[in-house]
C-alpha cells in the first residue's frame, strides 16, 4: 500500500471513530505506524492477519505474506480524534527533499523550507532524503 494510501486510511478510519484500523505489513508502513506510535498519536502498533492482531508471536514467512497486516490502535481525546488529519507532503508532483539538519530545525519548531514549523502544525507526512554526493 503506498504511502498516501495509508494516510488517506488512517484518516478515514479515525474519522469513523474506529478503536483499531490495519494496513498491509511492510517495512516502510511499520516504520510510519512506529513513527506515529512514539510521537503519541497512536495507542497501539501490533503485527497480525486478517483476522486481527497475534496473541501469539508469528514470524512472517513467503506463505503468509499476503495476509500479514499491521493493527494500529487509534488514540482519541475528549471523544475527537487525536490523529485528524494525515497527508504525505513530498508527492510526485510536489518533492520535498531535506537534509537531517533540516528535518531536526523543523521538528525544534524553527521554520522549514516551503512549510510551516512543527509547532504551527505536525509533521504530517514522509520526507525523501537527498543523499549526499561523494564531493559533499
Known amino acids: 500500500m503506498p504511502l498516501h494510501h495509508v494516510a488517506s486510511h488512517l484518516q478515514n478510519a479515525s474519522r469513523a471513530r474506529n478503536a483499531m484500523t490495519s494496513i498491509p505489513l511492510s517495512k516502510m508502513n511499520l516504520a510510519v505506524a512506529i513513527g506515529l506510535y512514539k510521537q503519541g498519536l497512536l495507542s497501539s502498533v ?16 513467503p506463505e503468509n505474506i499476503a495476509t500479514r497486516r499491521i493493527w494500529l490502535g487509534l488514540k482519541y481525546r475528549d471523544a475527537r480524534p487525536v490523529l485528524n488529519k494525515c497527508h504525505v507532503v513530498s508527492k510526485p508532483s510536489r518533492r520535498i527533499w531535506m537534509s537531517v539538519m533540516e528535518l531536526e530545525e523543523l521538528a525544534a519548531g524553527k521554520k522549514g523550507k516551503e512549510m510551516r514549523s512543527a509547532s504551527s502544525a505536525p509533521i504530517k507526512g514522509s520526507w525523501r532524503f ?7
Open 130 to 136: 537527498k543523499r549526499p554526493s561523494v564531493a559533499e
Open 46 to 61: 501490533q503485527r497480525g492477519d486478517l483476522k486481527g492482531p497475534d496473541e501469539v508471536y508469528t514470524a512472517t514467512t
